[in-house]
């Protein structure tokens, strides 16, 4: 049985799920009272236990099982949502994304089972809080102590199931029959997996089956009799029940009995755990057509390869205008053949304008289907401030602005490292603490603000902190310690010119390194990656007030501008975004160091790199030029020249991998696809620049 | 061609079929099942610092597909393109490339003892992208092992 394609769809939606618990998680720590979120977190984890079932995810299954025992509690008002209480069921939603990242990466839950986070889940309901719960108890809260007591007994006792009487009795409650139906199959039988099947399909229709006996696995591989056991709630009465079993062909006998109503007591023998799970497994199990979702629970994960695709959720409008835009294309291409049937020129050029008209929509259209909102980034940010002001005993409010705003999948996946590293920062050299906070007249909580929006061709990203700001002189200090700057010089600093030794490699200015951040490794790393994609980075700082990130970054990185460059008869594409400027000069204007080709530009000394050479470009004879044309490119702050032979001009190109059998081509930062067909190379500016 | 239906009709569920392409005087073998398309010339996009043997990359379709000189590769003197010239596209850990080659001439079936292992040659470093020989009448085709063909490319380069 193939589950892969199950798995993907369990991994997309148990991210999702998780998404849901952790959000929900953090409104009921701030507001302990509200039912509806409770209901929802107690909707999440009971859908994961179903989803984890029909998997075989048993560990999954297990943890969500016990989260939801926690859960009910709470709902019945038997236990009060304490911050540990919290803490302990955020443990569980770490474990949990634990287990599907494995699930990902490996196919399997893994072996982890999280001993400790179940004990003090258990240890939650087994709690007899101070005052409360001295009632008499539930019955779920029997049901719990039962669990504990038989936690490893595994009875097949039928219909005495606790969970299954559960059901039953809520079935009752509202008005649905239940009943209890032994099917007895004609001797002769031959498919007799088949005509269970029927039979199942049959009750499926007018019900849901509860509970098997043999169970339904066996019931599937032929493992019966020829006798089987379910229980059933459905509207349908008695009668038309019997009748319509007894049309089934094959059938010898169907007893049906109508169950009643019965307490849980305690000394119910519960066949805990396997049975119950095997019950969540069918009937979810039952709810998709055909046979083979039921086959699946006997599958296991293992047998299913690691599942690594990056996938992309697609608003369906999106593939609906893509859908239209390509049979466009596809009444162009008829209308193009009509007209070099009949010869008529005229038309030509007008086909010829519409067809540009819809790659350019097509374009626009494949690219809004690749962008995703920033909320897949920003919404793991909560939970994280929420732990770190734990950690370090400040009282921090996050607020996102702008998560809707949409980047391309490519920047959203380089994202969040230098998201989390500046939003650490914030907290943890920004805020002060509250006491620090109160001595300067500032409300108690610091304030953490993090908004996206579109400015033209980028997104701008910023994240702003309400702490102490950026101590200048502090840093101007460590500079001169760290022998960066002369002292001179360093009084004759700008602002800017002094933050931007912040970004420079190891530079903290905490006083004390703490495990959040200050380890000296951060902002440097943060500045590096966003130039990496494209984009840069500013500080806005006023000591006592605050410190504003902005974050600049292309909407996408697979279209970028480039100024086209001709190197003898090759063309190569340079990123604009790495260049500075474009020169002429004359040959005397070289000059030479150690060697070496250099230009003065302004007073600046700007190395030259001939491409032609670099690149062994195969070259024509060797003609004097009167002028020499110079690109200057920026590499972080330095300046090269790269000497090409002609211009083209700017240009939008698709970028392109050179695939993996180039990969180890160094130069190059990929390919793209000319107007003519043609391929031309990107450069990597970086690689190429001293 | 005679030999050919016969060998079908004898053994076919154990029969590998290969594609043949000219390579100066010789003739080669490439296991079908690897081998994607086959197509002309299209402009080839030096890539520099290549190994030498890599002519560049082409646009086939919107994809970018590197292409190496087979003859280059084999050490054999370069020549102009003729008419007959193609590239042949095949996959090589899931990712395409393509070879140039004189000719392609047709596709043969071999049953097993009609390919002669590699044991009989020296154990000479530079036949270890050959995974075989197959015979057919008089004909001799040098069998290709088209990862080797590529890691070794990795390796020089």
Same mark, same amino acid.
């Given at each position: 049985?193939?589950?892969?394609?199950?798995?993907?769809?369990?991994?997309?939606?148990?991210?999702?799920?998780?998404?849901?618990?952790?959000?929900?998680?953090?409104?009921?720590?701030?507001? /302990?009272?509200?039912?509806?979120?409770?209901?929802?977190?107690?909707?999440?984890?009971?859908?994961?236990?179903?989803?984890?079932?029909?998997?075989?995810?048993?560990?999954?299954?297990?943890?969500?099982?016990?989260?939801?025992?926690?859960?009910?509690?709470?709902?019945?008002?038997? *236990?009060?949502?304490?911050?540990?209480?919290?803490?302990?069921?955020?443990?569980?939603?770490?474990?949990?994304?634990?287990?599907?990242? $494995?699930?990902?990466?490996?196919?399997? %839950?893994?072996?982890?089972?999280?001993?400790?986070?179940?004990? #003090?889940?258990?240890?939650?309901?087994?709690?007899?809080?101070?005052?409360?719960?001295?009632?008499?108890?539930?019955?779920?809260?029997?049901?719990?102590?039962?669990?504990?007591?038989?936690?490893?007994?595994?009875?097949?006792?039928?219909?005495?199931?606790?969970?299954?009487?559960?059901?039953?009795?809520?079935?009752?409650?509202?008005?649905?029959?239940?009943?209890?139906?032994?099917?007895?199959?004609?001797?002769?039988?031959?498919?007799?997996?088949?005509?269970?099947?029927?039979?199942?399909?049959?009750?499926?229709?007018?019900?849901?089956?509860?509970?098997?006996?043999?169970?339904?696995?066996?019931?599937?591989?032929?493992?019966?009799?020829?006798?089987?056991?379910?229980?059933?709630?459905?509207?349908?009465?008695?009668?038309?029940?019997?009748?319509?079993?007894?049309?089934?062909?094959?059938?010898?006998?169907?007893?049906?009995?109508?169950?009643?109503?019965?307490?849980?007591?305690?000394?119910?023998?519960?066949?805990?755990?396997?049975?119950?799970?095997?019950?969540?497994?069918?009937?979810?199990?039952?709810?998709?057509?055909?046979?083979?979702?039921?086959?699946?629970?006997?599958?296991?994960?293992? #047998?299913?390869? !690691?599942?690594?695709?990056?996938?992309?959720?697609?608003?369906?409008?999106?593939?609906?205008?893509?859908?239209?835009?390509?049979?466009?294309?596809?009444?162009?291409?008829?209308?193009?053949?009509?007209?070099?049937?009949?010869?008529?020129?005229? @038309?030509?050029?007008?086909?010829?304008?519409?067809?540009?008209?819809?790659?350019?929509?097509?374009?626009?259209? +494949?690219?809004?289907?690749?962008?995703?909102?920033?909320?897949?980034?920003?919404?793991?940010?909560?939970?994280?401030?929420?732990?770190?002001?734990?950690?370090?005993?400040?009282?921090?409010?996050?607020?996102?602005?702008?998560?809707?705003?949409?980047?391309?999948?490519?920047?959203?996946?380089?994202?969040?490292?230098?998201?989390? $590293?500046?939003?650490?920062?914030?907290?943890?050299?920004?805020?002060?603490? !509250?006491?620090?906070?109160?001595?300067?007249?500032?409300?108690?909580?610091?304030?953490?603000?993090?908004?996206?929006?579109?400015?033209?061709?980028?997104?701008?990203?910023?994240?702003?902190?309400?702490?102490?700001?950026?101590?200048?002189?502090?840093?101007?200090?460590?500079?001169?310690?760290?022998?960066?700057?002369?002292? %001179?010089?360093?009084?004759?600093? /700008?602002?800017?010119?002094?933050?931007?030794?912040?970004?420079?490699? /190891?530079?903290?200015?905490?006083?004390?390194?703490?495990? &959040?951040?200050?380890?000296?490794?951060?902002?440097?790393?943060?500045?590096?990656?966003?130039?990496?994609?494209?984009?840069?980075?500013?500080?806005?700082?006023?000591?006592?007030?605050?410190?504003?990130? *902005?974050?600049?970054? !292309?909407?996408?990185?697979?279209?970028?501008?480039?100024?086209? &460059?001709?190197?003898?008869?090759?063309?190569?594409?340079?990123?604009?975004?790495?260049?500075?400027? *474009?020169?002429?000069?004359? !040959?005397?204007? *070289?000059?030479? +160091?150690? =060697?070496? %080709?250099?230009?003065?530009?302004?007073?600046?000394?700007?190395?030259?790199?001939?491409?032609?050479?670099?690149?062994?470009?195969?070259?024509?004879?060797?003609?004097?030029?009167?002028?020499?044309? +110079?690109?200057?490119?920026?590499?972080?702050?330095?300046?090269?020249?790269?000497?090409?032979?002609?211009?083209?001009?700017?240009?939008?190109?698709?970028?392109?991998?050179?695939?993996?059998?180039?990969?180890?081509?160094?130069?190059?930062?990929?390919?793209?696809?000319?107007?003519?067909?043609? +391929?031309?190379?990107?450069?990597?500016?970086?690689?190429?620049?001293? | 061609?005679?030999?050919?239906?016969?060998?079908?009709?004898?053994?076919?569920?154990?029969?590998?079929?290969?594609?043949?392409? =000219?390579?100066?005087?010789?003739?080669?073998?490439?296991?079908?099942?690897?081998?994607?398309?086959?197509?002309?010339?299209?402009?080839?996009?030096?890539?520099?610092?290549?190994?030498?043997?890599?002519?560049?990359?082409? @646009?086939?379709?919107?994809?970018?597909?590197?292409?190496?000189?087979?003859?280059?590769?084999?050490?054999?003197?370069?020549?102009?393109?003729?008419?007959?010239?193609?590239?042949?596209?095949?996959?090589?850990?899931?990712?395409?490339?393509? #070879?140039?080659?004189?000719?392609?001439?047709?596709?043969?079936?071999?049953?097993?003892?009609?390919?002669?292992?590699?044991?009989?040659?020296? /154990?000479?470093?530079?036949?270890?992208?050959?995974?075989?020989?197959?015979?057919?009448?008089?004909?001799?085709?040098?069998?290709? @092992?088209?990862?080797?063909?590529?890691?070794?490319?990795?390796?020089?380069?």
């Amino acid at each position: 049985m193939e589950m892969s394609q199950y798995l993907e769809l369990f991994i997309e939606e148990s991210k999702e799920h998780l998404q849901n618990l952790n959000e929900h998680l953090l409104e009921i720590e701030k507001d /302990s009272e509200n039912m509806t979120i409770l209901n929802e977190i107690f909707r999440v984890a009971h859908t994961l236990k179903g989803m984890a079932g029909t998997m075989g995810f048993s560990k999954i299954a297990k943890l969500t099982h016990d989260m939801e025992n926690v859960l009910q509690e709470i709902r019945n008002g038997q *236990i009060k949502i304490t911050t540990h209480i919290i803490d302990i069921l955020f443990k569980c939603l770490d474990a949990l994304e634990n287990y599907t990242n $494995h699930i990902i990466h490996e196919g399997t %839950e893994g072996e982890n089972t999280y001993d400790d986070v179940i004990t #003090a889940l258990n240890g939650i309901a087994a709690f007899d809080g101070p005052g409360e719960l001295k009632t008499a108890a539930t019955p779920e809260k029997i049901e719990h102590q039962d669990r504990v007591l038989l936690e490893k007994i595994e009875e097949e006792v039928f219909a005495e199931d606790e969970y299954v009487q559960k059901v039953i009795n809520k079935a009752l409650e509202e008005g649905v029959n239940a009943y209890k139906i032994t099917v007895k199959l004609n001797a002769g039988c031959m498919l007799k997996a088949a005509r269970a099947f029927i039979i199942f399909r049959t009750l499926e229709s007018e019900g849901t089956v509860i509970k098997s006996q043999p169970k339904v696995e066996d019931i599937e591989d032929e493992k019966f009799d020829f006798e089987f056991t379910v229980v059933v709630v459905s509207k349908v009465q008695q009668k038309q029940l019997e009748q319509q079993l007894n049309a089934i062909a094959e059938v010898d006998e169907v007893t049906v009995h109508r169950l009643g109503r019965r307490e849980l007591a305690a000394d119910t023998q519960s066949g805990e755990g396997q049975a119950q799970e095997e019950q969540i497994i069918f009937s979810n199990a039952g709810k998709e057509p055909g046979q083979d979702s039921q086959e699946e629970t006997t599958a296991t994960p293992q #047998a299913s390869k !690691p599942k690594t695709r990056k996938t992309v959720r697609v608003d369906i409008g999106r593939l609906d205008n893509l859908m239209n835009l390509v049979s466009e294309l596809i009444i162009i291409k008829t209308r193009l053949e009509d007209i070099e049937g009949t010869g008529q020129s005229h @038309n030509y050029g007008e086909a010829v304008e519409y067809l540009e008209r819809i790659t350019t929509s097509l374009h626009d259209a +494949v690219m809004k289907v690749r962008m995703v909102p920033v909320e897949m980034v920003f919404n793991r940010f909560p939970r994280m401030i929420r732990d770190l002001a734990k950690e370090l005993d400040k009282k921090i409010v996050l607020n996102m602005f702008g998560a809707e705003t949409e980047v391309d999948r490519t920047v959203i996946d380089e994202l969040g490292d230098p998201l989390i $590293h500046l939003l650490r920062n914030s907290a943890d050299h920004g805020i002060e603490s !509250p006491e620090e906070r109160k001595a300067k007249n500032k409300p108690e909580h610091g304030t953490i603000d993090l908004k996206a929006y579109h400015d033209g061709n980028n997104v701008v990203i910023e994240a702003q902190d309400d702490g102490d700001g950026i101590d200048t002189e502090k840093v101007k200090q460590r500079a001169i310690v760290k022998g960066l700057i002369d002292k %001179e010089i360093a009084h004759s600093l /700008s602002q800017k010119e002094i933050i931007d030794f912040l970004f420079k490699a /190891s530079f903290s200015t905490a006083d004390k390194i703490t495990d &959040v951040s200050g380890r000296g490794v951060g902002l440097d790393v943060v500045k590096t990656k966003i130039e990496a994609l494209g984009g840069m980075i500013e500080v806005e700082t006023k000591k006592g007030k605050g410190s504003k990130f *902005i974050i600049r970054l !292309p909407l996408t990185l697979a279209i970028i501008q480039a100024l086209m &460059v001709m190197l003898q008869k090759e063309k190569y594409a340079i990123p604009l975004s790495s260049i500075k400027e *474009i020169i002429n000069i004359n !040959p005397e204007e *070289i000059k030479l +160091v150690q =060697k070496k %080709e250099v230009i003065l530009l302004r007073n600046t000394v700007i190395p030259l790199i001939r491409l032609n050479k670099v690149l062994d470009v195969p070259q024509a004879e060797e003609e004097e030029k009167k002028q020499i044309t +110079v690109v200057i490119v920026k590499k972080g702050d330095k300046l090269s020249g790269f000497v090409v032979d002609n211009l083209i001009g700017q240009q939008e190109i698709v970028i392109k991998s050179l695939g993996k059998h180039l990969s180890g081509i160094k130069n190059m930062a990929g390919a793209t696809i000319l107007g003519d067909g043609q +391929v031309a190379l990107i450069l990597d500016v970086n690689a190429l620049a001293l | 061609m005679e030999t050919k239906v016969k060998n079908e009709a004898v053994d076919t569920s154990h029969s590998k079929q290969f594609v043949v392409f =000219k390579l100066d005087k010789e003739e080669y073998g490439l296991d079908i099942q690897r081998v994607l398309e086959i197509v002309e010339p299209s402009v080839i996009t030096r890539v520099p610092r290549a190994p030498k043997f890599v002519k560049g990359v082409i @646009n086939l379709r919107g994809e970018i597909i590197p292409v190496m000189g087979l003859r280059e590769r084999f050490g054999l003197p370069p020549i102009e393109d003729t008419e007959e010239t193609r590239i042949i596209i095949f996959k090589v850990n899931e990712s395409s490339i393509g #070879a140039i080659v004189d000719a392609v001439a047709e596709v043969i079936h071999l049953s097993p003892d009609e390919i002669e292992g590699l044991s009989n040659f020296s /154990s000479d470093n530079s036949l270890d992208f050959i995974y075989g020989v197959g015979k057919i009448d008089a004909r001799i085709v040098t069998l290709l @092992n088209l990862d080797k063909l590529v890691n070794y490319a990795k390796r020089e380069g």
